[in-house]
């Protein structure tokens, strides 16, 4: 089966910087959206992303095999990020999300922290969404305190739960692994999309073009065209018929 893997990012209508980061890589494909004032949320976002690039390239042996190595991945991101923010007075309290997935054999692992997504787009189904965010507001709604469109407008819908590099711990949620199929397209994002960009129009964005790299330029367009109010980061991985990646 041949992988490609494409991504933009883009800091939007109203930041002054981007503080998301990303790696669309060969067999490990993630995004990070920091958080923390002046500098700190891009500082957290690289390290971490620079810590799960390292698995980039390599070949589990089984899935339980890569999720033990991106278990071991955020749990070194947050360490590395924690210790970083302690040495450096500017960057105290920074953390960040971090979504990654990573190839073994032809399934797909997930591991996930904070409020960025893992979406599937498989033909002829509708698109999932594959991680749950960790916010006080989606945790409502898992109550049953919420409903979905409430949560939608909700003030503190984009308050995490938990992220990278805030606690000495860190619980990483691990989806169900993806078999993969020809034809799928997994998109990893940021909230920066999600937040003004609904589902159906993301569905019908990831069918508008076989160029993966103009799909990701029309994701991003899309929320720059709704305001475009945070950072917005995009690494699409679609699925086609042929050798596996080299």
């Given at each position: 089966?041949?992988?490609?893997?494409?991504a933009?990012?883009?800091p939007?209508?109203?930041?002054d910087r981007?503080?998301d980061?990303h790696?669309?890589g060969?067999t490990?494909?993630?995004?990070?959206?920091?958080?923390g004032?002046?500098?700190?949320?891009?500082?957290?976002s690289?390290t971490?992303?620079?810590?799960?690039?390292r698995?980039?390239?390599?070949?589990?042996?089984?899935?339980?095999?890569?999720?033990?190595?991106?278990?071991a991945?955020?749990?070194?991101?947050?360490r590395?990020?924690?210790?970083?923010?302690?040495?450096?007075?500017?960057?105290?309290?920074?953390?960040?999300?971090?979504?990654?997935?990573?190839?073994?054999g032809?399934?797909?692992?997930?591991?996930?922290?904070g409020d960025?997504r893992?979406?599937?787009?498989?033909?002829?189904?509708?698109?999932?969404?594959?991680?749950?965010?960790?916010?006080?507001?989606a945790?409502?709604?898992r109550?049953?305190r919420?409903?979905r469109?409430?949560?939608a407008?909700?003030?503190?819908?984009?308050?995490l739960?938990t992220a990278?590099?805030?606690?000495?711990?860190?619980?990483?949620?691990?989806?169900?692994?993806?078999?993969?199929?020809?034809?799928?397209?997994?998109l990893?994002?940021?909230?920066?999309?999600?937040?003004?960009?609904g589902?159906?129009?993301?569905?019908?964005?990831?069918?508008?073009?076989?160029?993966?790299?103009?799909?990701?330029?029309?994701l991003?367009?899309a929320?720059?065209?709704?305001?475009?109010?945070?950072?917005?980061t995009v690494?699409?991985v679609?699925?086609?018929?042929g050798?596996p990646?080299a």
């Open positions: 089966m041949l992988i490609c893997a494409f933009r990012s883009d939007g209508r109203v930041r981007n503080e980061s790696h669309p060969r490990l494909f993630a995004v990070a959206d920091g958080l004032g002046h500098s700190a949320g891009e500082v957290a690289a971490a992303v620079r810590v799960l690039a698995l980039d390239g390599m070949r589990p042996a089984s899935v339980e095999a890569a999720r033990e190595q991106l278990v991945a955020f749990e070194e991101a947050n590395v990020v924690r210790d970083e923010a302690a040495l450096d007075p500017a960057h105290a309290g920074m953390g960040t999300t971090l979504t990654a997935a990573l190839l073994a032809e399934q797909l692992v997930i591991a996930h922290v960025s893992a979406y599937l787009l498989r033909p002829g189904e509708p698109l999932r969404q594959l991680t749950d965010d960790q916010t006080v507001v945790e409502m709604v109550q049953g919420l409903s469109d409430q949560a407008s909700h003030p503190y819908r984009s308050v739960t990278i590099g805030l606690e000495w711990e860190v619980d990483v949620q691990l989806p169900p692994p993806l078999p993969l199929q020809p034809g799928d397209q997994v990893l994002c940021s909230d920066g999309l999600t937040e003004p960009v589902e159906d129009t993301i569905a019908e964005l990831l069918m508008s073009s076989p160029d993966g790299d103009a799909t990701c330029d029309a991003v367009d929320a720059n065209a709704a305001g475009g109010p945070d950072n917005v690494v699409l679609r699925t086609a018929r050798d990646a």
